[in-house]
């Protein structure tokens, strides 16, 4: 009772402000409604102030009882295309006690969540969105995605108490409110201060509340699930997170600027997560807390604890296996709703298998600069932009003639000799992989859960680092660079590199001065793409 | 709405913070105050210097020696200064930039010597240290291109790989260590492998003036992190000598830009009442880092409203603007330090 007690304070706190509002206002009009009976001009004079106030008032309340409808985003799954899923939905909903929703988006998000359309501070809800996140149907099982789903709807059930769906709906509109107040509008400043102090209060209040909502929506997925699914659900969670982060930074983006976009984006995916399985074995063992803003959700350890606790056999018949046996023809779907979570651009890019995308993604990592340090030679020696063009230069002692331009004051004499060496090993480098690895004497691999790794055919016994950094050394000594070229890729044989760069960006994304991580490890040389 | 005539407004800053200098709030006043620094016997603006390796005369001859392309009085300096290491800290920063510009001078060193000299390894080492930060220029970080930023991160790992062959090649000599600890925010080192290096440079000179100046920097929080453990730090040392209390004055300079209360601090106003004293002392007031404590002290006395008492700091830095805090500034290193001389100079009136 005490919590049905909390549960309708918070629905009255929170309405408290709009309602004093429209007490005020309608008094206001009122009372110069009245005065107008008695004595129009005194009205009139009344309402030069009451007007402005009522407007003022009016408009702050529009602002609090302003609909809050969420963009919908990712790929929409049809009841007729994938009718399984949704009547496992239903089932869900139904055993926790609430609404299915009324359309569900597949996203490329590692979460899932239910959100609604809400009027008048989330007082009134319109429509109700499942959001299901294209990862956790890789990786769960059925039985888990089930937990997940579970939970999140059973945040709208009202089985606990009358109000708890309202309160749980309310908290969300109420926080989101405050954050889109206009801070510059002194109405909505104050409006603003008001709702903070009012709602702080009862936010606080509420904490008990939520908790005990939390626990409800775990038993809920206990139930329908079964204790075991639902743990093993909620250890999985941030791993998936995890990995998630890493392949839409590095590995999904490996060929982005040469303009390739993995073909089968979700099996490298699933390697990955299989490479990392071991790593991350201590988020899955001891998983972190939960950040929400809306909620403060007690312990996850202390929440896996009373799930298991409860030891529920689960009344829901989830088939076995994988998540996306829930799904027909599942591929396609979380493909469309990878390149929905990325940029626009993602559209036009090719798509090809792992190893082509690690080859073509690796080569123009490393040949950035290639072009231009190639055209720089063909100028300085007047020959073709070619390799061996490049070499000559180096052996003719042209190294610092290589030199970009400096950036504001002139180089001293040993920076500009530097830069130049950097510039120069950097193109030449990237000129001799995509020579050997046009020539088949350099490989490129898969190796999960790196990005990919280059290797050179072990006839070589030779360290390409080593062999650039003598070429640009000073004195130059291009001799077993020169005799490497000649073995593996002939001049006149196969074709020399003339440069493969995708235009002449440097694929990173610009790092800080200082500091900073060590970038993920990655094959030699290789690294990983701008972030989407 | 009238414009307040320049006094006015003035008055007004002053009467918010008589520390600060109004050019600094509202731009297009006067960089106060309008005050002739040579009436105080102070040399003109125009004269003044920024070259770190003029301070002492032993080190700027063996750095103008070794610009002009002459090793030997680099090397005479670098073996004297074995076992002095505050000379031999400056010593080697200063002839580091030189070579880090041109090294045709240790080029022919190495000639000679070969490659396992100890002192030319050392000095290598901190050279790399200013290469990196010349290749990367000293613009901020949006302002600086991908191939700086990458010329500095490789240029720094060749710095450190250099810095750790001379700990081997000279095993008592703190220099290499403090190269390290200098090294020791751009590589992102996690406090076990600062702790370690730390440990070491301690052994080797445990008040090294540099090593502890460049450890602050790597303690620095980003951004508005708590400037306590900054202040423990620099408090520790300065109790562990007067040499370093200038350390307490560097933590409130870098906590000024997000607290101007700062040099109000009791915390600072003692470390400054410390370095007076230390200068005043005949050990203090001559060593080679004299003119650096000066500088420290001098900016934080005006900064805290005590600007008369820097005068005669500012009148015996003479026309040396060279070090921190005013490098600090960039291209305008000698005008900020004519800036704190005259809000000095007007603080006597």
Request: proline share 7%; net charge neutral; aromatic share 6%.
């Amino acid at each position: 009772m005490k919590l049905l007690a909390r549960t309708v304070t918070w629905v009255v706190l929170v309405s408290v402000v709009p309602l004093g509002m429209l007490v005020l206002i309608v008094g206001l009009v009122g009372f110069n409604v009245w005065a107008f009976t008695e004595s129009p001009v005194t009205a009139v004079k009344i309402a030069i102030g009451v007007v402005p106030t009522v407007l003022v008032l009016g408009r702050g309340l529009w602002v609090l009882a302003a609909r809050i409808d969420h963009p919908v985003h990712g790929v929409p799954v049809r009841e007729h295309e994938q009718p399984e899923l949704w009547a496992l939905v239903r089932r869900l909903a139904e055993v926790a006690g609430t609404a299915p929703p009324d359309d569900i988006h597949l996203v490329a998000q590692a979460n899932a969540a239910v959100r609604e359309d809400t009027r008048l501070l989330g007082l009134i809800a319109t429509r109700r969105h499942l959001f299901i996140g294209a990862p956790l149907v890789a990786e769960l099982t059925s039985a888990q995605f089930a937990a997940v789903l579970t939970h999140e709807l059973a945040h709208y059930s009202n089985r606990d108490t009358r109000f708890a769906g309202i309160a749980y709906r309310s908290r969300r509109a109420f926080v989101h409110t405050l954050g889109t107040i206009n801070r510059d509008d002194l109405l909505q400043r104050g409006l603003h201060f008001l709702l903070r102090h009012t709602g702080g209060v009862t936010l606080r209040a509420s904490t008990r509340l939520s908790r005990r909502q939390e626990s409800a929506a775990d038993e809920a997925a206990a139930v329908a699930v079964g204790s075991a699914a639902t743990v093993a659900a909620f250890r999985e969670l941030a791993p998936i997170a995890e990995s998630w982060d890493v392949f839409v930074n590095n590995h999904l983006v490996v060929g982005w600027d040469a303009g390739y976009l993995p073909a089968d984006a979700f099996s490298g995916y699933r390697r990955l997560c299989a490479a990392l399985h071991d790593e991350l074995a201590g988020l899955r063992a001891d998983p972190p807390a939960e950040s929400d803003p809306y909620d403060t959700h007690p312990p996850l350890a202390q929440r896996i604890a009373a799930i298991e606790a409860l030891a529920a056999p689960g009344t829901v018949r989830v088939p076995a296996g994988n998540a996306l046996g829930l799904l027909r023809d599942p591929l396609p779907l979380l493909d469309a709703a990878l390149l929905d979570g990325l940029v626009p651009e993602a559209h036009g890019k090719r798509r090809v298998d792992w190893p082509t995308l690690v080859r073509v993604g690796g080569v123009a990592a490393l040949t950035g600069n290639t072009d231009q340090v190639l055209a720089t030679a063909a100028r300085l020696t007047g020959r073709p932009p070619r390799l061996r063009t490049l070499l000559d230069a180096l052996d003719a002692g042209r190294l610092g003639e290589f030199a970009p331009d400096p950036a504001g004051q002139p180089d001293s004499p040993r920076v500009r000799a530097e830069r130049a060496r950097l510039y120069v090993h950097k193109g030449l480098f990237g000129a001799v992989v995509a020579t050997l690895t046009d020539a088949g004497a350099i490989r490129w691999q898969e190796s999960w859960p790196s990005v990919g790794r280059m290797v050179l055919d072990q006839r070589f016994r030779a360290s390409l680092r080593g062999l650039v950094d003598a070429a640009v050394a000073s004195p130059p000594n291009t001799t077993a660079l020169r005799a490497l070229l000649d073995a593996a890729a002939p001049p006149h044989g196969r074709r020399e590199h003339r440069g493969t760069a995708a235009g002449n960006q440097d694929p990173r994304a610009d790092g800080p001065a200082q500091g900073g991580q060590a970038p993920w490890p990655v094959g030699d040389g290789l690294h990983g793409g701008r972030p989407a | 709405m009238e414009a307040a005539p320049p006094e006015t407004l003035i008055a007004l800053i002053r009467q918010v913070d008589p520390a600060v200098n109004p050019a600094e709030i509202v731009p297009g006043l006067p960089d106060l105050p309008a005050v002739d620094v040579t009436r105080w016997g102070l040399p003109p603006e125009q004269t003044l210097s920024t070259s770190l390796s003029r301070r002492i005369p032993v080190v700027s001859a063996a750095v103008a020696a070794a610009r002009a392309g002459d090793h030997r009085p680099a090397v005479d300096l670098l073996t004297r200064s074995a076992g002095d290491w505050a000379l031999r800290s400056v010593a080697v920063h200063a002839l580091g930039e030189a070579a880090a510009d041109d090294d045709t001078w240790v080029r022919s060193w190495r000639a000679v010597t070969g490659e396992y000299d100890p002192h030319l390894a050392v000095l290598d080492a901190h050279a790399l240290f200013w290469l990196a930060w010349k290749l990367r220029g000293n613009k901020p970080g949006a302002a600086t291109r991908a191939d700086q930023h990458d010329a500095f991160h490789e240029t720094v790992v060749r710095a450190e790989t250099a810095a750790r062959r001379a700990t081997e090649l000279a095993p008592n000599d703190p220099t290499p260590w403090c190269t390290l600890v200098t090294l020791a925010r751009a590589q992102g080192y996690d406090p076990i492998a600062f702790a370690a290096i730390w440990k070491e440079l301690q052994a080797r000179d445990p008040l090294h003036r540099t090593g502890h100046e460049f450890a602050l920097m790597y303690l620095s929080p980003e951004g508005n992190g708590s400037y306590e453990h900054l202040f423990a730090f620099a408090e520790r040392a300065a109790a562990a000598s007067p040499s370093l209390a200038f350390l307490v004055v560097q933590v409130a300079y870098d906590l000024e830009d997000h607290d101007e209360r700062v040099w109000q601090d009791p915390r600072v106003r003692r470390a400054l009442d410390v370095l007076l004293t230390w200068l005043g002392s005949a050990t203090g007031g001559r060593g080679v880092h004299a003119n650096s404590d000066r500088s420290w002290a001098a900016y934080g006395l005006v900064s805290s409203g005590r600007g008369a008492e820097a005068v005669p700091l500012f009148a015996q830095l003479g026309t040396d603007a060279a070090g921190r805090p005013w490098e600090d500034f960039g291209d305008n290193a000698a005008t900020v330090f004519d800036s704190y001389r005259r809000r000095a100079c007007a603080a006597t009136t």
